[in-house]
C-alpha cells in the first residue's frame, strides 16, 4: 500500500508539473502567432504580436505610399495616398491574427506550438481612404473631360447663310469610374493606374439631318434688293427684286412659305392706300399686279410676279409690304421652295 502510494503521489507531482510547464509554455507564447498564417499576404507566423506589427507596417508602407494616377485621352489627374488619407489598421489585423492563432484548447495550442503544425490563413488588408477625395478626383475628371453635344444650326442674315456643324459630346463614365478608384484604394496592392472611360453623347440634331431638314431657304436682303434661294443649305441662286416702299416697309423677321398659288388672285388689303379696291378680289388679268406666282410668308405679305411693263421697280422700294420678282425669277423659285420654306427678311 505504501508503495502504491508514492506512486500515486509521483504521478499527481508529475501531472501537476506538466500542466504548470504547459501553463507556463502557453503563457509565454500568449501573442505569438501560429506559423503559416500571413496578413497582407506578409508572412508572420512565429512572431510575436510587435514583430509582426513592425513587419506588416514596413510590407505596407511602400504600397500606401503610391500615388493614384488616373488617364484619359493624353490627360491625367493624380491623388496623392496624404488627400486619399489611405491607411491600414496593422494593430487590429495582427490582434486578430494572434486570436486566430490561440483559437482552441491549452492542450491544443502547447501540441501545435510544439510540432510546429502550420495554420493556413491569409488576412486580408483593407485599405480606409477618403470617400471625399474620391469624389472630388471624380469632379475634376468630368470637369476637364466632359464636353456636351452640340446641335447643328443655321444662322440666317443679310449676307446669306452660315451654319454650326453638330458636334459629339463627352460624359464621363462617372459610376465605372468610382468603382475601379474604390478597387484599387482598397487593396495595398491595387492598381495605381486607371483608365476613365468616355461615353460618347450624340446631338440631336446632326449636320447630315439639318441639310436634309432644309432642302430650300430664302433670304431677302431688302437693302441689297436681293432673294437668295439656298438648297439644303448651299446658295443656289440670286435675283434681283424690290421691297416695300417707305412707311409700307417689307417687315424684317423670320418666316415661312405658309401658303402657295399658280396665277393667284389679288386679295386687296383693308388699307388706306388700297383705296376703293380695298377689301375687294381681284382676279387673275391685266387689274391683277400679282403676276404668274404667289408665296404668302406673313400673312398679307407675299413674293410674287409682276407685270414686264413693271420691272422696271426691280432694285427699288417700289411695293405696298410684297417681294415683287421678274415672271421667269418667281416661277423658278417657285418651283423650288416648298410651303414650310424659311423666309429670312433683313
Not at 493606374?193 to 431677302?220: C, D
Request: proline share 7%; with cysteine; net charge positive.
Amino acid at each position: 500500500m505504501r508503495k502504491g502510494l508514492v506512486i500515486g503521489l509521483t504521478l499527481v507531482f508529475l501531472l501537476a508539473g506538466a500542466a504548470v510547464a504547459v501553463g507556463a509554455y502557453d503563457h509565454a507564447r500568449r501573442d505569438v502567432i501560429a506559423p503559416g498564417v500571413r496578413v497582407a499576404g506578409v508572412p508572420v507566423g512565429g512572431l510575436h504580436a510587435a514583430e509582426a506589427r513592425a513587419r506588416v507596417r514596413a510590407a505596407l508602407r511602400a504600397p500606401l505610399t503610391r500615388p493614384l494616377v488616373v488617364h484619359s485621352r493624353g490627360r491625367h489627374w493624380t491623388l496623392s495616398p496624404a488627400r486619399a488619407h489611405a491607411a491600414v489598421d496593422v494593430d487590429a489585423l495582427v490582434a486578430r491574427a494572434v486570436a486566430d492563432s490561440r483559437e482552441g484548447s491549452v492542450v491544443t495550442r502547447t501540441l501545435h506550438g510544439l510540432t510546429g503544425a502550420e495554420v493556413s490563413e491569409n488576412l486580408p488588408a483593407h485599405v480606409a481612404f477618403s470617400d471625399r477625395a474620391v469624389a472630388r478626383l471624380i469632379r475634376r475628371v468630368r470637369a476637364a473631360v466632359e464636353r456636351p453635344a452640340r446641335d447643328a444650326e443655321v444662322h440666317p442674315s443679310a449676307g446669306g447663310l452660315d451654319t454650326t456643324a453638330s458636334r459629339t459630346g463627352l460624359r464621363l463614365a462617372a459610376g465605372d469610374l468610382r468603382r475601379k478608384l474604390v478597387a484599387s484604394l482598397s487593396q495595398p496592392s491595387g492598381a495605381r493606374r486607371i483608365r476613365a472611360r468616355l461615353v460618347s453623347v450624340k446631338p440631336k440634331v446632326t449636320t447630315r439631318e439639318l441639310v436634309s431638314r432644309y432642302p430650300a431657304y430664302i433670304i431677302i436682303d431688302r437693302a441689297g434688293f436681293t432673294l437668295r434661294l439656298y438648297r439644303h443649305l448651299k446658295l443656289w441662286h440670286t435675283y434681283p427684286i424690290a421691297v416695300g416702299r417707305q412707311g409700307l416697309e417689307t417687315p424684317a423677321g423670320l418666316y415661312d412659305i405658309q401658303w402657295k398659288q399658280t396665277n393667284p388672285s389679288w386679295y386687296v388689303p383693308n388699307s388706306p392706300w388700297a383705296g376703293k379696291l380695298a377689301g375687294r378680289v381681284i382676279p387673275p388679268g391685266p387689274d391683277d399686279p400679282i403676276k404668274a406666282r404667289w408665296m404668302a410668308f406673313n400673312g398679307g405679305a407675299g413674293i410674287h410676279g409682276i407685270d414686264p411693263s413693271e420691272y422696271g421697280s426691280i432694285g427699288q422700294t417700289a411695293s405696298h409690304g410684297c417681294v415683287r420678282m421678274r415672271i421667269p425669277d418667281v416661277i423658278e423659285v417657285y418651283a423650288h421652295a416648298p410651303v414650310h420654306t424659311p423666309v429670312f427678311v433683313a
